[in-house]
């Protein structure tokens, strides 16, 4: 029950940087090694432009992730325990995460994270996550009621999706991504086109005008200076 695995993965290629695996579920067998297997694949599916939080079902559990800095903090939890809570718990992990980095390799943190080569290289950020975990194990403490009375921002806007959505049409979505982009660079060539419409309408109304008017102003000069 509540939270189970936890990953700490760089958003550019899927790395692993930290996996932290709930004792309980490694007797699961087959089936906790299929969610193990699905939490890596969504990792390997986001990029630059994935939505920044999105919950995924994948009945009994949940996916939830938050991106930040290039960082996708994953967890997979039980599918009653409190999204906003959720949430919660992934902003403490970022936070911790980011601190721990800070006090190691300085103001070179971020660096550090998009040049390292090998998976799992802050594994020792797990004992972290172990205790996070435990702190936010049962919704109903005192401590994480706390927590949720005193969250102010609604979980109502973060996109939620199925697994398949995710793993079986995600090239869809990209397209459907790529489609919005395109979309939004014609509207702004529609416009300039329009506006351009415009000009030469206007220029072929007043054309005539301005140039009986010019005519005009010549005869009369010709006529003053030469006259």
Known sequence: ???ENVYIARV??????VASMEHSSSSGGDSMELYKTQAKQLLKKLN?????????????????YMIENGICYLMMNDKSYP?????LFLEDISREFVSSLRTEHGD??????????????FIKFDQVIQRKRREYADPSSSSNMKKLNQELQSVHHIM?????DVLDRGNKLEEVAEMSKNLATD????????KKLSLMAWYK??????????????VFVVRYYLG
């Open 205 to 218: 109304q007043w054309a005539p005008v301005f140039a009986i008017a010019l005519i005009i102003v010549i």
């Open 12 to 17: 550019t290629d899927g790395l692993v940087l």
């Open 83 to 87: 999204k906003s809570l959720a949430f």
């Open 160 to 164: 939620r999706k199925t697994i398949d």
């Open 187 to 194: 509207s702004k060539k529609y416009k300039w086109g329009a």
């Open 1 to 3: 029950m509540g939270i």
């Open 108 to 121: 070179d943190w971020l660096r550090e994270l998009e040049t390292v080569g090998r998976a799992y290289a």
């Open 48 to 64: 630059t432009r994935s939505a920044s939080k999105m919950s995924i079902d994948s009945a009994p559990y949940s996916f939830n």
